[in-house]
C-alpha cells in the first residue's frame, strides 16, 4: 500500500515537471493573447499560427547550420524576429485599417488570416503540407531520486522564465511599456498625451509574436514534428490559458499557461491522452461560467 | 389591401414552389446531371446552415462560432434515431430538430449571460468539445471514422433535392415570418441596443435565448438531412472549421439577410466546385476574399437588406420598357403638344 | 383633502459604491402624480447614476426605492430590471441617444409596445388573422403618436438617418409608447441650440399635460432648467445640497458655489 501511494505521488511530481514544461510554452503564447487584446481588445485567432511560424524559420537555419551552439543561437534570434516583423505587418495592413470598424469584422480578419497563414504554408513549394522532423539536440535526462527531468525540459522552463522576467523589466520600467498599459486603458487619452498610438500598438504585437517565436521553438525541441497546422491546438490552449489568468492580464496568462500545461498532463498521465484536450475545454468553460474574467481578471463596468 | 396582402404572399410563394419543384422534375428526368445536383443539394444544406448563423448572428447580433456543433448533434440523432430507434427518417429528423433545441437551451443558458467576446469563445469550445466526445464514445457514434448512414436521399438525387431544397423554403418561410413581426422587431432592437430595448420593455437575456434556441433548431434539421443525403456521419463535421465556413457565407452575402446568406451560400458552394483546378491555391481563396470583403465591402453582398421578390416582379414592366426604347431619346416636347391639343 | 397629489415615487436614503467609490449617498426625493423635476449639478455630481437606479440598470447598495403602479399599488423597485420597471410605468431617455439604428422610425416605436402584444410565437409564424389583427392595432397606434409629434412624414426613414434633433424627439416617443406614468428624461437639450431648445421645452410640457405624466429631467441648460421645473433638486459629489422652487435654487449661495455661476442668476 504504501508503496502504491509513494508511486503515484512521484507520478505525480512527474507529470508536475512535464506540466511545467508544456506550461510555460503556453504561457510564452498566451501572453501574445492577451496583450494584444488588452491593448485593442482584438482576439487574434492568427497568433498560434506565429509560433508555427517561428518553429519553420528555425527549421530551415537549423537544417543548414546543424545543431551547433551558434547555429541554435541564429535560429532562435532569427525565429523571433521574423514573428515580431511578420505580425508587425499583420497589424499594419490587416488590422489596423479596421480599428474603428464593429468589432466582428476585425475577428473575422483574424480568422482569415489565421487561414492565409497554415494555408499558404501548406502550398508554399518548400514547405508543404507533410510534417517533417525538427532537428533536436541529444536528449539527456537528469534523475532527481526518482523523477527525471531532460535537458530539453530544462532549456524550455529556464529559457521561458528568463524571457518572461524580460517581458515584465519591459512593460513595467520601461517607456514603452508604460505606453503599453496606457494604451489598454485608455486609448484616446493615450493619444492626447503624446503615446504614438500605433507605435505601441505596433509594438505589442512585436513583442507578444517574438515571444509565440520562441515558443514555437521551443515546442519543436519538445515535440519534434512541425506542419503547417501544428500551430492550431497549441493555439487554441494558449488562448484558453489567457482566459483562464484573465484576458488582459500578463501575470494571468503566465499562471494560466503553467496550469493548463499541468491539469494536461496530468490529464495524460492519470486518464487518458484522448482526453486531454476535451479536459482544456472544461477548463474554459468552467471558468467562463464561474468566473468569467479569469483569476486575475477586472469586471469592466459599462458606462451608460 | 387584402389583394396586396396575397399579393404579397402569392409571388414569393409561386417562385418558391418554382424553385423547388422544376429543378426536382428536370434532375429525375436526367435534364439536370446528378453531378449538378448533387451541388445544388449541397447549397442547400449549406443555405439551410448558413441561414441558422444568419439567426444568431446577424439577427440576434451574438457572435456563435458553434453552429457546426449543432449541426453534428442534429445528424448524429437523425442517425441514432432512424438505425437504434427505427424512427422514419422524416419523424427522425424533425425529432433531432427538437433535441438540437434542447441542447440550444441548454448551452445557451449560462453562455448568453457572458460578454460578446467570451460568448464567441464558449462557442468555439462547444463545437469542439462536441467533436472531441463524438470521438469518443465509440460504442454510440463510431469514433473518429463515423458511421455510414445510406438513405433514400444518397441514391435518388431528385428525392434529395426535393426534400432539402424544399425544407430549406419551408424553413425560410417561418423564419421570415417570425423575423418580421413583433418578436422579430425585439430580437433586432437586442441586437441594436440592449441596454435601449431593455428600458424598453424587452428582457434581453430572454430573446437573445430565443434567437439562439431557433438558430440551433435550424442547425439541427440542416444537420439532419445532411446525414441522409451525403450517407455518413463522422467528428469533423463538429469541428471550428466547418462553423468559420459557415459564417463566411453569412458575412459575404450580408450579416442580418436571409436571402444574402442563401445567394452566397449557392455562390460560393458552386465556386467551390468550380475552383478545383486551383487544387490546394483554393484554400487561401476564401481566406483572402474575406479580408477584402472586411476591408472595402464589410456589409456583404445585401448588408441587412432582403432580396425582394415583389418589388423586382413589380419592376419587370419597367425593365421591359427601358430596354425596348434604349436607343429612342426622350419625347418631352411632343408630350406638351399633345396636353396643349 | 390632502393638498398635495399623490405619491409616484419614493428614493429613501439611496446610496451606491462602485469599488471604493461612494458615487451617490443618502439621496431621497419624492415625485408626486404630473410633477415636472429637474436634477441638477455639476458633472460627475452622479445624476446619470441616480437615473440608473431609478431605471433599475443599478441596484442601490443601500435604501429604499419605492414606486406606486398604474392601479395606486405600491413596490419596492430596487432590484427591478429596466424591462420590468419599462411594464410597470417607468420609461427613460438617454444622455447619448440610444435609438435602433437600423430599425425605421414606427418600428423604434414599434418596439415599445411589445409587451402589449396579444399574439403567441405561433400565431406570427403561421400568420394567423389574429396576427394581423394585433399588427394592424400597432401599427394604428404607432401612427397616431407618429402624427401627435409630427413626424409622421419620415415613418419610414432608418432612425439613425434623422437629423439630432429629431432623433431627440423620436427617443421620447419611443419612451411615451410604454404608456408609462413616470418619464425621466436624461439631458434631452444637449446639443440643442436655443430655438431647438424653446421647441422641445414646449413638448415637454405638451406630454406632461397630454399624458399626465410625472417628469423628472436632467439638464445643464439652465434657460430650460429654470423655465420648466416646478422644482429642482441640485446634486453635488453624490449628495443633495439643495432643494427648492427654481427662484430659491437660483439665490441658494450652496449652489451658486456649486456651479451655476453667472449666466443663470441672468436667466
Known amino acids: 500500500m504504501p508503496d502504491e501511494i509513494l508511486n503515484t505521488g512521484l507520478m505525480f511530481l512527474q507529470q508536475l515537471i512535464n506540466g511545467m514544461s508544456l506550461g510555460s510554452i503556453y504561457a510564452l503564447i498566451a501572453l501574445g493573447y492577451t496583450m494584444v487584446y488588452g491593448i485593442v481588445k482584438l482576439i487574434n485567432f492568427a497568433h498560434g499560427d506565429v509560433m508555427m511560424i517561428g518553429a519553420y524559420t528555425a527549421y530551415f537555419i537549423l537544417l543548414a547550420l546543424g545543431t551547433t551552439v551558434p547555429g541554435m543561437a541564429l535560429a532562435f534570434v532569427a525565429a523571433m524576429v521574423v514573428c515580431g516583423l511578420l505580425s508587425i505587418a499583420i497589424e499594419r495592413f490587416a488590422y489596423r485599417p479596421l480599428r474603428n470598424a464593429p468589432r466582428l469584422n476585425s475577428l473575422i480578419t483574424a480568422i482569415a488570416v489565421e487561414l492565409i497563414l497554415e494555408n499558404g504554408m501548406r502550398v508554399l513549394p518548400f514547405v508543404g503540407p507533410d510534417p517533417r522532423q525538427f532537428p533536436t539536440i541529444e536528449i539527456k535526462n537528469f534523475m532527481f531520486g526518482s523523477v527525471s527531468v531532460s535537458n530539453i525540459q530544462l532549456v524550455v522552463i529556464i529559457s521561458s522564465a528568463v524571457l518572461m522576467l524580460l517581458l515584465n523589466y519591459t512593460v513595467n520600467y520601461t517607456k514603452t511599456g508604460k505606453a503599453m498599459q496606457a494604451v489598454s486603458f485608455d486609448l484616446q487619452a493615450s493619444s492626447l498625451m503624446g503615446i504614438s498610438v500605433n507605435r505601441t500598438i505596433a509594438f505589442t504585437f512585436a513583442i507578444g509574436s517574438v515571444l509565440a517565436g520562441a515558443g514555437g521553438i521551443l515546442y519543436a525541441t519538445a515535440y519534434p514534428q512541425i506542419d503547417p497546422l501544428m500551430g492550431y491546438m497549441p493555439g487554441l490552449k494558449a488562448f484558453i490559458a489567457a482566459v483562464l489568468g484573465g484576458i488582459g492580464s500578463i501575470p494571468g496568462a503566465m499562471l494560466g499557461g503553467i496550469i493548463l500545461g499541468i491539469a494536461e498532463t496530468l490529464t495524460k498521465g492519470f486518464l487518458s491522452s484522448q482526453f486531454a484536450d476535451a479536459i482544456s475545454f472544461s477548463i474554459l468553460i468552467i471558468i467562463l461560467l464561474v468566473k468569467p474574467t479569469g483569476i486575475f481578471g477586472e469586471k469592466i463596468r459599462v458606462k451608460v | ?341 | 383633502m390632502p393638498d398635495k397629489k399623490p405619491l409616484i415615487l419614493q428614493a429613501s436614503d439611496i446610496s451606491i459604491v462602485f469599488g471604493g467609490l461612494r458615487a451617490v449617498s443618502d439621496f431621497s426625493c419624492e415625485l408626486h402624480e404630473n410633477e415636472l423635476v429637474g436634477l441638477i449639478g455639476p458633472n460627475g455630481a452622479g445624476k446619470t447614476t441616480v437615473f440608473n437606479m431609478l431605471s433599475g440598470i443599478y441596484t442601490p447598495t443601500e435604501g429604499q426605492i419605492s414606486f406606486w403602479d398604474r392601479n395606486g399599488k405600491i413596490c419596492n423597485i430596487n432590484r427591478k430590471n429596466p424591462a420590468q420597471l419599462n411594464k410597470i410605468g417607468i420609461a427613460r431617455t438617454f444622455q447619448n441617444i440610444r435609438l435602433f439604428g437600423q430599425m425605421t422610425v414606427s418600428d423604434n416605436v414599434r418596439v415599445a409596445i411589445h409587451s402589449r402584444r396579444t399574439v403567441t410565437p405561433l400565431d406570427v409564424v403561421f400568420r394567423t388573422p389574429r396576427f394581423r389583427r394585433d399588427e394592424t392595432i400597432m401599427t394604428e397606434q404607432v401612427e397616431e403618436l407618429l402624427s401627435l409629434f409630427r413626424i409622421i412624414g419620415k415613418k419610414d426613414e432608418l432612425a439613425k438617418n434623422l437629423p439630432y434633433g429629431e432623433q431627440r424627439k423620436l427617443e421620447i416617443v419611443r419612451a411615451i409608447a410604454a404608456n408609462p406614468t413616470l418619464l425621466l428624461l436624461d439631458e434631452p437639450a444637449a446639443g440643442m441650440n436655443p430655438q431647438e431648445t424653446v421647441e422641445l421645452m414646449n413638448l415637454i410640457a405638451f406630454i406632461r399635460e397630454k399624458f399626465h405624466l410625472t417628469i423628472l429631467l436632467i439638464e445643464h441648460d439652465m434657460r430650460l432648467v429654470m423655465g420648466i421645473c416646478e422644482r429642482i433638486i441640485v446634486l453635488d459629489y453624490g449628495k443633495i445640497i439643495a432643494e427648492g422652487n427654481p427662484a430659491d435654487i437660483r439665490s441658494n449661495p450652496q449652489v451658486i458655489k456649486a456651479y451655476l455661476g453667472q449666466e443663470a442668476l441672468n436667466a
Request: a positive charge.
Open chain 2, 1 to 341: 389591401m387584402k389583394n396586396k396582402i396575397l399579393r404579397n404572399m402569392l409571388i414569393p410563394g409561386l417562385c418558391a414552389v418554382a424553385a423547388v419543384g422544376i429543378p426536382a422534375i428536370l434532375i429525375n428526368f436526367s435534364i439536370i446531371d446528378a453531378y449538378t445536383a448533387q451541388i445544388l443539394t449541397l447549397a442547400g444544406i449549406n443555405s439551410i446552415m448558413a441561414l441558422s448563423v444568419n439567426i444568431i448572428c446577424g439577427i440576434t447580433g451574438q457572435l456563435s462560432l458553434g453552429q457546426a456543433g449543432f449541426m453534428a448533434i442534429g445528424a448524429y440523432s437523425t442517425v441514432l434515431l432512424s438505425t437504434n430507434a427505427s424512427l422514419p427518417l422524416p419523424v427522425s429528423i424533425i425529432v433531432a430538430g427538437a433535441i438540437t433545441a434542447v441542447f440550444g437551451f441548454i448551452i445557451g443558458f449560462p453562455t448568453l449571460k457572458l460578454e460578446g467576446d467570451y460568448l464567441a469563445i464558449v462557442t468555439l469550445g462547444f463545437g469542439e468539445i462536441i467533436r472531441v466526445l463524438l470521438v469518443n464514445f465509440k460504442g454510440w457514434t463510431g469514433g473518429p471514422n463515423g458511421k455510414q448512414f445510406p438513405t433514400i436521399l444518397t441514391l435518388n438525387p431528385a428525392v434529395a433535392y426535393l426534400a432539402i431544397i424544399g425544407v430549406l423554403a419551408l424553413l425560410v418561410i417561418l423564419v421570415q415570418n417570425f423575423i418580421r413581426s413583433t418578436y422579430g422587431r425585439a430580437i433586432i432592437a437586442v441586437r441594436e441596443d440592449e441596454i435601449a430595448a431593455n428600458s424598453s420593455g424587452i428582457g434581453v437575456f430572454r430573446y437573445k435565448m430565443i434567437g439562439f434556441v431557433i438558430a440551433s433548431f435550424v442547425a439541427g434539421v440542416g444537420g439532419a438531412l445532411y446525414a441522409p443525403f451525403i450517407g455518413f456521419i463522422k467528428p469533423d463535421m463538429a469541428s471550428f472549421t466547418r462553423s468559420i465556413d459557415y459564417l463566411i457565407y453569412v458575412v459575404l452575402g450580408g450579416m442580418g439577410s436571409t436571402t444574402g446568406s442563401i445567394l452566397a451560400s449557392f455562390v460560393l458552394t458552386s465556386l467551390q466546385e468550380f475552383l478545383r483546378f486551383l487544387q490546394n491555391y483554393r484554400l487561401l481563396f476564401y481566406p483572402v476574399i474575406l479580408i477584402l470583403v472586411m476591408q472595402f465591402r464589410p456589409q456583404g453582398l445585401l448588408g441587412t437588406k432582403e432580396f425582394s421578390f415583389v418589388k423586382t416582379w413589380d419592376g419587370i414592366p419597367g425593365f421591359i420598357d427601358r430596354v425596348m426604347h434604349a436607343g429612342k431619346k426622350p419625347d418631352s416636347s411632343n408630350t406638351r403638344e399633345e396636353k396643349n391639343a
